[in-house]
């Protein structure tokens, strides 16, 4: 079906990206004929319009590759009649949202003091973004607090809401939410860093971020473990 064609409401919602389109087409011709595929795609696409009726109005944020990309994976999982193990699509996913870090890891370097305070003013901004997007779209990502510490090279801020988590939550599919969340340490790989998260919004009041380049002190307290519902979270060593 052609996207112009999609029955959605538009003054409220945006189409997903031709990045994550990519990744589910991808994902179905390596597992299905042509026909199959073809046939999936359609009631992929219908069923991404379908959780959009029940969907907060999010269109308008300047971000919305963080919100519409992830429904468009939630309603390919729903639709395939056989579900993969995440593990092995996770790789598909992140290239699909975060594949830019690849080449952005041969250039930057978050143990590198200007690399680092150059992440602290990005991390800045997006924060800003967030917290003025808030008053417009309540449903939006709820930034807690931001803070960049400039002498030990140490980024920290939070959500207190993430629209990933609550679309998760009422659709009952949370088992889902960790192809999009640990992208995010994947990502701080990418670029020489650390990413030390101990809470998500999943099954916490708070989605915490720490990021430090991997050859802190601090990254080395940690341990990065996958929890029972298949999130990476941080604990510290015993």
């Not at 069923?47 to 969907?55: A, I, R, S, V, W």
């Not at 290239?95 to 991390?123: H, P, Q, V, W, Y």
């Not at 670029?191 to 708070?206: F, Q, S």
Request: proline fraction near 4%; charged fraction near 25%; glycine fraction near 4%.
């Amino acid at each position: 079906m052609k996207e112009s064609s999609l029955p959605f409401d538009r003054s409220k919602h945006v189409l997903y990206t031709k990045n994550a389109k990519k990744c589910v087409m991808d994902l179905l011709q390596r597992n299905y004929d042509e026909q199959t595929t073809e046939r999936l795609w359609e009631k992929i696409q219908l069923q991404y319009c379908e959780f959009l009726k029940e969907e907060p109005a999010l269109g308008g944020v300047k971000m919305t590759t963080s919100i519409y990309d992830p429904i468009l994976i939630f309603a390919w999982y729903k639709v395939i009649p056989v579900k993969p193990a995440l593990e092995d699509v996770q790789q598909d996913v992140f290239n699909c949202f975060m594949g830019s870090f690849d080449i952005l890891g041969k250039i930057f370097n978050l143990n590198r003091r200007l690399d680092n305070r150059l992440a602290g003013k990005i991390f800045q901004k997006t924060s800003d973004i967030r917290i003025k997007e808030i008053g417009q779209f309540p449903a939006t990502f709820r930034m807690g607090f931001f803070s960049f510490d400039k002498e030990n090279g140490i980024v920290r801020y939070n959500f207190t809401q993430c629209p990933n988590a609550e679309f998760a939550k009422r659709h009952h599919m949370e088992n889902v939410l960790p192809l999009m969340c640990n992208c995010d340490h994947l990502a701080m790989q990418k670029i020489h860093a650390c990413l030390i998260r101990e809470r998500t919004c999943v099954t916490d009041d708070c989605c915490d971020y720490c990021i430090v380049g991997d050859r802190n002190p601090l990254a080395k307290e940690y341990d990065l473990i996958k929890s029972d519902n298949g999130l990476l979270l941080s604990v510290i060593k015993k």
